[in-house]
């Protein structure tokens, strides 16, 4: 028996199902997939983490015995060579995004594959009703979990015994540089071990009901992008934070993450679909698109929002919700254009996430917010921040003004010889943009 375990989404060797299900000699390897990267800005910073990973990944397979080959090419020119070295079979994560799931038809054809649940708690296609059709609604897909969130524990795979590193040339010759890319400094964070960083959070654990909406405060687990890419495992977090008290709140985000992957697993077309059937007369104003992309938009919560993603990758779930509210019903434009240029900065970008989380903004989606509820980013800011911490910080032109002014619709509008470049009126009326949208998604909800 020869295999190929093929990391992608699962960065580390802890609670690995590849080398659980692993035999005899085997190949690790990773692919820098040139049909990903051609997408990709040249300062991408999710190439700087995957690559650091990568080479932690490396390290730890070396500990064990084994070691890890890295290529740069299309996966499917690359397994067409490794057949040469009769490989029985490839091991790896499942991955249900639409390039993924073609992308693995073919490599299935050249080396047969074994895809593994890996990077979730449960298995998508298991998650039915009683009456065998996929949950759409979060409560009782969240409810028919319960044995699963009552045990403190779930079983984590260890290594199979008696791996053995099938002969090959394991030196990496590939570089960020190499790659086309620049090597980015990352929030420092980013370095850091999963289980560093669920120390650090567990303290906050039992105010992370009611902290975790203040985005000035550091109250939630900056675990996302670790979890993405798999340097820690979904059961790995759940085991070290469920058995703590007051756990239970934490754990519920954790399992939106398994709702998403559940949805976009049973509705694959709402990756570039909406989930409910509306047809919603999108606006397409390039200007008021790229405002909100540059954080141009007048509206202080939104901009700083933005402007923090681009600048660091990041943007706390609660400016998520508020900023892709503000696109999808004040500026009416389609979810679609937020969900890609999300994809496009995020450091934890998940497909599953992103999408399911911009069509319940935009309430095209499953479980979605109702239509007529449209957040209005001033009270966003007043209520989580008051005292425009986190809005000074990131629009620094507004530090001389009183919070009260920021916090209030045309505040702005008799300061411009105060606040540089930054916009003294908002692109649009936020009353006006509201009924618009209402009436908007009223027109599309008649059949
Ligand atoms: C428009 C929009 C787009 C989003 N896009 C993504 C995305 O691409 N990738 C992503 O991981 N999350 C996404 N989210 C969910 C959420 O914003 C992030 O998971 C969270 O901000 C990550 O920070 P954290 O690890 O500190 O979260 P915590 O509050 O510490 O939560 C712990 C974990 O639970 C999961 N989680 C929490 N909230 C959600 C949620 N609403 N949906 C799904 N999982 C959740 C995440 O894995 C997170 O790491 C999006 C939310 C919105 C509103």
């Known amino acids: 028996m020869k295999e190929i375990l093929w990391f992608r989404r699962d960065l580390r060797v802890r609670d690995s199902a590849l080398l659980a299900y692993a035999k005899g000699e085997v190949l690790p390897i990773f692919i820098f997939d040139t049909n990903l990267l051609k997408k990709l800005s040249r300062e991408d910073r999710r190439v700087s983490f995957i690559f650091y990973w990568v080479e932690e990944l490396k390290r730890e397979l070396c500990a064990m015995g084994l070691d890890l080959a890295i290529f740069y090419g299309?996966?499917?020119?690359?397994?067409?060579?490794?057949?040469?070295?009769?490989?029985?079979?490839?091991?790896?994560?499942?991955?249900?995004?639409?390039?993924?799931?073609?992308?693995?038809?073919?490599?299935?054809?050249?080396?047969?594959?074994?895809?593994?649940?890996?990077?979730?708690?449960?298995?998508?296609?298991?998650?039915?009703?009683?009456?065998?059709?996929?949950?759409?609604?979060?409560?009782p897909f969240y409810k028919s979990l319960k044995p699963l969130w009552n045990a403190h524990t779930i079983e984590e795979y260890q290594p199979s015994t008696y791996l053995r590193k099938a002969s090959f040339d394991y030196e990496n010759t590939i570089s960020v540089e190499s790659m086309g890319f620049r090597w980015m400094r990352l929030e420092p964070f980013l370095y850091q071990s999963p289980f560093e960083l669920l120390d650090a959070f567990k303290p906050k654990l039992n105010t992370y009901q009611e902290n975790r909406d203040y985005f000035y405060l550091d109250a939630t687990s900056n675990i996302s992008t670790h979890l993405r890419f798999g340097v820690v495992s979904p059961r790995e977090v759940f085991n070290y934070l469920r058995p703590l008290p007051q756990s239970q709140f934490y754990i519920r985000e954790l399992f939106w993450r398994e709702f998403y992957n559940?949805?976009?697993?049973?509705?694959?077309?709402?990756?570039?679909?909406?989930?409910?059937?509306?047809?919603?007369?999108?606006?397409?104003?390039?200007?008021?698109?790229e405002a909100w992309c540059e954080g141009r938009t007048g509206v202080p919560i939104v901009d700083a929002a933005m402007r923090h993603l681009n600048q660091t990758g990041f943007m706390h779930n609660r400016l998520r919700m508020v900023v892709a509210s503000y696109l999808t019903k004040n500026l009416l434009l389609d979810w679609r254009k937020g969900e890609a240029y999300f994809a496009s900065k995020l450091m934890d970008y998940e497909a599953c996430s992103n999408i399911g989380s911009w069509q319940w903004a935009a309430s095209t989606g499953a479980d979605a917010v109702p239509y007529f509820r449209v957040f209005n980013p001033y009270t966003q800011s007043l209520k989580f921040d008051k005292d425009c911490l986190f809005i000074k910080q990131l629009l620094p032109q507004l530090e001389v003004l009183p919070n009260a002014l920021i916090h209030k619709e045309y505040g702005l509008k008799d300061w411009a010889m105060f606040i540089g470049d930054y916009p003294t009126m908002p692109i649009v009326d936020t009353k006006s943009s509201r009924l618009r949208a209402i009436e908007r998604f009223k027109e599309s909800q008649t059949p």
């Not at 057949?83 to 992308?103: G, H, I, M, P, W």
């Not at 509705?267 to 397409?284: D, G, K, V």
């Open 74 to 139: 299309d996966p499917v020119e690359i397994f067409k060579s490794l057949k040469k070295q009769k490989f029985s079979r490839v091991l790896c994560s499942v991955d249900y995004d639409s390039y993924a799931l073609e992308r693995d038809k073919k490599i299935d054809k050249i080396i047969p594959m074994m895809p593994l649940n890996d990077a979730w708690l449960i298995d998508p296609a298991q998650a039915l009703k009683s009456d065998g059709t996929p949950y759409k609604v979060f409560t």
């Open 262 to 289: 559940t949805i976009l697993y049973h509705f694959p077309q709402s990756q570039t679909r909406n989930f409910n059937a509306l047809t919603i007369a999108w606006e397409s104003n390039e200007e008021h698109f």
